[in-house]
């Protein structure tokens, strides 16, 4: 099996098709150009509609409404009581083998379902059918032209069997763009975990340093690796003989200098040794906090960022108005929102496109969350949260916290200029408290040490240097290891990057290319078509530059023109030319396991003359049978001139043609081989007491006979009657009947016999009296249910006027092959 074809649909209450009880059946030749022809308002788009939902899911036109139309209400038939559509769709190997019924029905509240024989993937299948050249009207050879280069292309890839790998290629550039890529790693976030456990890295090396030099009396640059450090750091407490049982077997790190204290405590008697190393611990406290935090420097840096987002915010509006730009450009954004200039939150439609205009606003925002960003990395990397320590110690009952405030905002709402002063101001005053209490500590440190003997103060002093180093060496150690695991977090990240970039890089070559090839495949057949259709000295081109997705359109020659914008010079019926070239030649090369091409209303920008061209093509080259090995074509059409085309073809083979008529409210029924369901349809109604639908249907019963008997017996009619079909009333062809049998009689060549003449007038009577005239005012209260039941046995006698018994004795009867010949 190589492809599917259509060979029936079924409908009931979707969309303009209720047929409630009496689903519409629509039978298509797989081996036929097929054309169904309704007036306005009959079903036609209702069929194409159908068939869409049942391919793909939605219907773009309904989806794309504005909120407040509520556009999912209409899937189904509004007057089905059952409030329930059924699309069933059969369809049938190209290479012979059994059909296949899918049926999809949706619900009044949106649910969908879909169901198939034993042993069939029925979504599957459907999803197979979903091709972009096998639903096709005027709006999207439309959008096709007026599209965006880029748009274009991407629609043309998916014409080109290629829209699985444009989508690819699309989600790849989407993974590599740098932007994006930052954002979902995070990789700001990465930078200032390095920048900032670097800073502490510098910070607790020089802590190191000093505590070193404390304990020990020597510098640490003297002795390489940390092994000899700690080594050194250890003999340093090792060699006083109270610590060395506390030091013995043990590294410097397991070294309990609580116990180191108590030890030297155990040896002299008095208060004051705990209270000297108290002092020393508060003075290395007040110390690492005095050198701890911003620099001067880093208050002008930050008072410049926070200076620029203020400035930035001041031409914003505000978070609300923020958040509902940014769900409005979404929308508009989406593809399913086709008009760009259209706000949908309004509804109001503007002269230009709304999408600019909604970047430039969140462009405003985006620049105050950049600054944003700025002023949380000055904040990590320059350790300000230092300050909170410092405002800590030296806050005074009553105060408020204005640094811890602050640190908790600072990822949401930053830090303006203000705040910033304020910040120095406080840490000012902070730093001359501190700077008072670090004075009172060393001056009481230097009474007790001149009380205390020298020996206790020097011992106490390597004790608590011993602290201070262990402590720094364990956050040297743990700033090592964030900056250690950033840098691995980094380095994958990079891989990543360079990996998409690679991959998105030689995709879109590889896509690009075969993208190329099959546009050079297409482009002869394309030209080939539109000639066929337009017969100018008009040459289409369609340009892809190379390794790009963009399609444009150009022309090659535009009649004593070469190389010029399509766009700029061809009219509308032109236009429309090139994009059914476009997806006709791409149909015939590119198919898929769809094998058939619907087409609705696609000729509405043509002339009589290019319509019939456009046909002749699709007959003779384009589908089957005329191309053995091309598509299934199914026409949809509400033009008058196309549906005397239609019927003109289906006398001559190889064409299929069906006619709707019917309401929206009542039902839509084809007059093709199927009037007698017309008239089934009627007297169930009528039998029912249901008069007001089976006077509806009785109407289009009667048109239909009236025309059958000017068809099939050849009655001559006006010229506006044949050319307009506005003038194809009941009433106009009675006339017309009746004045082509009088003139037979006068000539006295009526092939009618006496009792047909006879019942003409008797018919015709029942006919005018009993419906016509009531009918004609618009009310049905003066019918009745058996009254209608006459009229419709009496359409029947009269038709059964013009035909006579073939052959004779056998029952069979056909019409009249003219008023003057059996």
Not at 19 to 29: A, K, Q, T, V, W
Not at 245 to 269: M, N, Q, R
Not at 393 to 399: D, P, V
Not at 682 to 703: K, S
Request: proline content about 3%; some cysteine; hydrophobic content about 40%.
């Amino acid at each position: 099996m190589t492809g599917w074809l259509l060979e029936s649909l079924e409908i009931e209450g979707f969309r303009g098709i209720n047929n409630e009880g009496d689903p519409l059946r629509l039978g298509f030749s797989c081996d036929a150009v097929n054309s169904v022809f309704a007036p306005n308002a009959v079903g036609k788009s209702s069929i194409f509609d159908a068939l869409a939902f049942a391919i793909r899911g939605s219907i773009r036109k309904l989806d794309t409404l504005p909120a407040s139309e509520r556009g999912s209400e209409y899937y189904v038939n509004r007057f089905h009581t059952k409030a329930i559509g059924t699309i069933k769709i059969t369809v049938v190997p190209d290479g012979g083998g059994t059909s296949v019924c899918v049926t999809v029905t949706r619900t009044m509240d949106g649910k969908r379902s879909v169901s198939g024989p034993p042993g069939v993937d029925a979504e599957a299948l459907l999803a197979s059918l979903d091709r972009d050249f096998v639903l096709l009207d005027h709006k999207t050879f439309q959008t096709f032209i007026d599209d965006k280069a880029i748009d274009r292309g991407r629609a043309f890839s998916g014409l080109l069997g290629l829209s699985r790998y444009s989508s690819l290629r699309q989600e790849l550039q989407g993974l590599a763009n740098t932007r994006a890529f930052n954002g979902h790693f995070e990789t700001a976030v990465l930078t200032q975990r390095a920048t900032a456990a670097q800073h502490l890295i510098n910070q607790h090396t020089s802590a190191v340093h000093a505590d070193f030099a404390a304990l020990t009396q020597t510098s640490i640059t003297e002795y390489q690796g940390t092994a000899a450090v700690l080594a050194k750091a250890h003999e340093a407490l090792n060699q006083i003989p109270v610590l060395t049982p506390h030091c013995a077997g043990k590294s410097f790190a397991e070294i309990v200098i609580d116990d180191c204290l108590k030890a030297v405590s155990a040896t002299e008697v008095g208060t004051d040794k705990d209270r000297l190393a108290a002092l020393i611990r508060a003075q290395g406290r007040c110390e690492a906090l005095t050198s701890a935090g911003p620099t001067d420097a880093d208050f002008a840096i930050l008072t410049d960022l926070a200076i620029r987002r203020d400035q930035a915010l001041a031409d914003t509006a505000g978070s609300m108005l923020r958040d509902l730009y940014l769900l409005s450009r979404d929308v508009i954004a989406d593809e399913s929102w086709l008009n760009k200039s259209a706000c949908p939150i309004c509804d109001h439609v503007s002269d230009h496109s709304l999408l600019d205009q909604l970047q430039a606003k969140l462009a405003r925002y985006e620049a105050v969350e950049a600054a944003t960003v700025h002023i949380s990395t000055e904040w990590k990397t320059k350790n300000w949260a230092a300050l909170a320590s410092l405002e800590q110690a030296e806050q005074r009952e009553g105060e408020p916290s204005i640094i811890a405030g602050i640190e908790q905002k600072l990822t949401t709402h930053a830090i303006t200029a203000v705040q910033v002063k304020a910040i120095l101001e406080w840490r000012s005053q902070l730093l001359e408290r501190l700077a008072a209490r670090l004075l009172q500590i060393k001056a009481d440190r230097h009474t007790l040490e001149q009380r205390l003997p020298p020996s206790l103060v020097a011992v106490t002093t390597s004790v608590e240097a011993a602290r201070r180093l262990q402590s720094s060496l364990q956050d040297l150690s743990s700033a090592e290891a964030e900056s250690a695991a950033v840098k691995t977090q980094q380095s994958a990240v990079e891989r990543i990057k360079a990996f998409l970039d690679a991959a998105s890089s030689r995709f879109a070559t590889a896509e690009g290319n075969a993208a190329t090839r099959r546009l050079q495949a297409v482009q002869p057949l394309c030209k080939d078509i539109f000639s066929a259709i337009m017969h100018q000295p008009v040459h289409p081109m369609l340009v892809k530059p190379k390794g790009g997705e963009e399609v444009s359109l150009s022309l090659s020659r535009f009649w004593s023109l070469n190389n010029v914008s399509a766009q700029a010079l061809l009219p509308e019926s032109f236009r429309n030319a090139l994009a059914v070239s476009v997806y006709l030649a791409a149909a015939s090369l590119y198919g898929g396991p769809a094998r058939f091409v619907v087409l609705d209303d696609i000729t509405s920008s043509f002339d009589a003359g290019h319509q019939f061209h456009l046909m002749e093509v699709i007959r003779n080259t384009f589908a089957r049978p005329g191309k053995v090995d091309g598509p299934q074509v199914i026409i949809l059409s509400h033009d008058t001139l196309l549906e005397k085309l239609f019927n003109k073809n289906t006398n001559q083979g190889g064409w299929s043609h069906q006619r709707l008529e019917g309401t929206a409210r009542t039902a839509v029924l084809p007059q093709s081989n199927a009037v007698n369901r017309v008239k089934d349809a009627t007297v169930r109604f009528l039998n029912a007491g249901q008069v007001e639908d089976g006077a509806i249907r009785l109407r289009q019963y009667l048109e239909f006979k009236l025309l059958e008997i000017i068809s099939r017996v050849q009655i001559p009619v006006p010229v506006d009657f044949a050319l307009d079909d506005q003038k194809k009333q009941v009433q106009a062809s009675i006339d017309a009947i009746e004045a082509a049998v009088r003139l037979h009689q006068t000539a006295n060549s009526l092939v009618l016999d006496a009792a047909q003449i006879s019942g003409l007038q008797i018919n015709i009577a029942t006919i005018t009296g009993n419906f016509l005239s009531h009918f004609a005012t618009g009310s049905t209260q003066a019918f009745s249910a058996p009254s209608l039941l006459g009229v419709v046995s009496a359409i029947d006698a009269y038709a059964d006027c013009f035909t006579c018994e073939d052959p004779a004795g056998s029952g069979k009867r056909r019409y009249y092959r003219s008023l003057s010949r059996r």
